[in-house]
């Protein structure tokens, strides 16, 4: 990547206003002029220094600021930015849910730092905590055996994909090289039947925007590997035909994969175990706390029927069949037999498993199947509130509208004027100028109101107000392709340019 700073006038605009108004917050350097100078480079006994030349400085010179000064600072560019602890965040397919504040607290605990390769009998307690989220996350959606390791949906989908794989190479019927996809499918669908060597199928949609059974019996044949699918869809419906889905997949000899990013509709209600499915993730960072965002960190666990289990990543954690009377560990790592091998260090993302953890603990049966319950009444009831056209339904936990005339992507941009975040945009291309939404399970009637105010306030708008927008954010359009196709890695001061 270049640090040399690209043409972008548009950003060097905004900065300059920023500055006018008052609104710009300056780097710590630019803040304090006096310096601080620290240390001079390490020196061995003949007067060298063991670093190369090139690593080592004389003095590095620190801004002198008060406690007062720095809280400022972070507060203040804190409030430059929209985050969940902001206000409603109804960003579809990402679930973008407030997350309990114990569950972070959980994840400080010092007994939650401990060093992976500590032995297995002085890290029980951990081992446990991973067997029991095993555990959990098999009963809930139904599977047999799961493994934590994957450190994302995406990278979850790739294991799912991958064990696959390994189970029809193992079956003789290595010769499978097709991988069906819906066309409303999330874009890793595709590129994780692509990465995993197979041959992608799209699947078209029928009218009312589900799996269109003959279009997947003419899809199916003796090259499947494997259906993927989401249910409830990115659509927000769920796929009626879900059992003769399931059989018309497995009498081609294919397995169904079950993309868990829309579990939260589902949750303490029905398992996709019990539908049929052979294997699915969990995006825990979508259903079981932990802020979604920012490229992570997340956890994708996987969960497969009996049949898939031998090939699950390694290690997985497992209770020793005989509690010994000498004070055994009960609980220890093990390798499955035909594992495809590690997916990531250790046990995967261990402080994102214990977040997911303490969340399943602390709401119980009862209010896992509450969550579902209340994010899908939430969704149902602003896709009601919205003057936008909805052309599909009845929803789960997400809807997607369509901005009509408007341009999504402007609508997303004006909603922030009015307070809010904006939902998913564009996104899946079978609804033009999709506003894909999902409000989540914890927003209160009021929020929604509001939220649906900004929704029909936006859709009352012209063109030119909605190109302009938006006014009243800290950074208003910035060129985005640049931003991310050349980003400014290092800081120049305006002035210098
Ligand atoms: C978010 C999402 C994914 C990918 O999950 P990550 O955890 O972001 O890698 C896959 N499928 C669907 C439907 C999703 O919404």
Redesign the pocket.
């Known amino acids: 990547m270049s640090d040399e700073r690209p043409d972008d006038p548009q950003v060097r605009y905004d900065q300059a206003r920023y500055v006018e108004n008052g609104e710009y917050e300056p780097l710590l350097s630019e803040k304090d002029l006096t310096r601080v100078e620290i240390g001079g480079g390490e020196e061995t006994a003949d007067g060298e220094s063991p670093l190369p030349d090139d690593l080592t400085r004389d003095s590095l010179e620190l801004p002198e600021l008060s406690e007062p000064e720095l809280a400022r600072h972070y507060t203040r560019l804190s409030q430059m930015i929209y985050g969940i602890d902001s206000g409603p965040y109804p960003l579809?397919?990402?679930?973008m849910k407030y997350n309990p504040k114990f569950t972070e607290d959980v994840a400080a605990l010092p007994s939650a730092a401990v060093h992976p390769d500590r032995s297995e009998g002085s890290v029980q307690g951990n081992l446990e905590l991973l067997y029991r989220l095993q555990d959990y996350l098999g009963r809930i959606g139904g599977m047999d055996a799961v493994t934590l390791q994957p450190p994302?949906?995406?990278?979850?989908?790739f294991v799912g994909i991958r064990v696959a794989a390994a189970y029809h190479e193992h079956n003789g019927e290595g010769h499978r090289d097709e991988v069906i996809v819906p066309e409303s499918?999330?874009?890793?669908?595709f590129a994780t039947a692509a990465l995993g060597g197979y041959d992608v199928v799209s699947l078209p949609s029928d009218d009312e925007g589900r799996v269109d059974l003959e279009a997947l019996e003419a899809a199916l044949s003796e090259n499947t590997a494997a259906l993927m699918l989401?249910n409830p869809n990115?659509l927000g419906l769920f796929e009626r035909d879900i059992t003769e889905i399931a059989e018309l997949v497995h009498d081609a000899g294919g397995l169904l994969y079950y993309?868990?990013?829309?579990l939260n509709a589902l949750l303490g209600r029905a398992r996709p175990g019990d539908m049929g499915f052979d294997v699915m993730?969990y995006?825990v960072?979508?259903t079981f706390a932990t802020p979604?965002g920012g490229g992570?960190p997340?956890?994708?666990p996987v969960g497969v029927v009996d049949d898939l289990a031998p090939f699950l990543p390694a290690p997985r954690v497992r209770q020793r069949e005989a509690e010994s009377a000498g004070g055994e560990p009960r609980y220890e790592r093990f390798e499955p037999d035909h594992t495809i091998g590690k997916v990531h260090g250790f046990h995967g993302n261990w402080l994102v498993l214990l977040k997911a953890f303490a969340y399943i603990a602390r709401l119980g049966d009862e209010g896992l199947a509450d969550a579902s319950a209340s994010a899908v009444l939430n969704a149902n009831y602003l896709a009601e509130r919205i003057e936008y056209d909805v052309p599909y339904g009845p929803f789960h936990h997400e809807f997607v509208a369509s901005a009509g005339e408007q341009d999504a992507a402007d609508v997303a941009k004006r909603m922030l004027d009015y307070g809010v975040h904006p939902p998913t945009t564009k996104w899946p291309e079978i609804v033009p100028e999709a506003l894909m939404t999902e409000p989540t399970e914890v927003e209160s009637k009021a929020t929604l109101d509001r939220l649906a105010a900004a929704f029909n306030a936006v859709a009352g708008e012209d063109d030119a107000t909605l190109a302009d927008a938006p006014e009243r954010t800290t950074a208003r359009r910035i060129d985005q392709t640049s931003a991310a196709r050349t980003p400014r890695l290092s800081w120049h001061h305006l002035e210098d340019e």
Not at 152 to 157: K, P, Q, R, S, Y
Not at 185 to 189: D, E, I, R
């Open positions: 579809g397919s990402c679930t994302a949906g995406a990278a979850g989908e499918a999330h874009g890793t669908n989401t990115t993309d868990g990013a829309n993730h995006n960072h979508k979604h992570g997340g956890a994708g």
